[in-house]
């Protein structure tokens, strides 16, 4: 029983830890956005600073490893000192993919319209709307970065509301049982004469 209690105060503090993360996600996403960026671009700094100086004084002199350590640690400053453009790459990125196979799609649906291919047009419409999702992601790269940050925080405010209503639910539960437990005692007790 005491296992339990303390389950349900662990999943209480949880979920309201949840429920502030996913405030700060949901209002502060373009902090947090950035903030992980250099995160990232400090992990890259270290690692590539320590492949540097690990083969600079290393027994043996790789000048590959250090060329390959200088320019992680390089792209880790970078990343350190423009978060912005380092977050909004990973859209942009998914962006280009999007367009080529867009194109590829298009390109594919006028091949199909020329030996008649059934439903032709249903190709070209994936095709367009791939282009126009590509698009979207390489203009509004940063803000669709922020977007899912936002949604995460509402995912996890959620998962923080639910947590702690089922806890309260269950303390609920079980103290109309343990009340009428003692009730039907009591009443159980004085029926006896005691």
């Known amino acids: 029983m ?18 502030i993360m996913g405030l700060l996600f949901l209002f502060w996403a373009d902090g947090i956005a950035t903030t992980f960026a250099r995160v ?16 600079l004084f290393g027994d043996v002199n790789r000048s590959s490893g250090m060329l390959i350590g200088g320019l992680i640690a390089i792209i880790g400053i ?24 867009g194109i590829q799609d298009l390109s594919l649906a006028f091949a199909g319209r020329a030996v008649k291919m059934p439903r032709w047009r249903g190709a070209l419409l994936v095709g367009i709307l791939d282009i126009v999702m590509g698009v979207v992601c390489i203009v509004c790269a940063f803000r669709m ?14 998962d923080g509301v639910t947590s702690g209503l089922i806890v309260h639910n269950v303390n609920r539960a079980e103290k109309d049982v343990i009340d009428s437990h003692i009730i039907r005692e009591t009443t159980d007790d004085e029926g006896n004469g005691i």
Request: proline share 3%; hydrophobic share 60%; glycine share 10%.
């Open 78 to 101: 970078w990343v350190i000192l423009n978060p912005e453009s380092a977050v909004a790459i990973i859209p942009m990125i998914i962006g280009v993919v999007l367009v080529v196979h």
């Open 145 to 158: 970065v922020t977007l899912a940050l936002q949604l995460i925080g509402i995912m996890m405010i959620y």
């Open 2 to 19: 005491e296992r339990l209690k303390e389950l349900r105060l662990h999943i209480t503090f949880g979920a309201v830890a949840t429920i």
């Open 40 to 55: 990232i671009g400090l992990i890259l700094l270290l690692i590539g600073g320590t492949q540097f100086l690990g083969k």
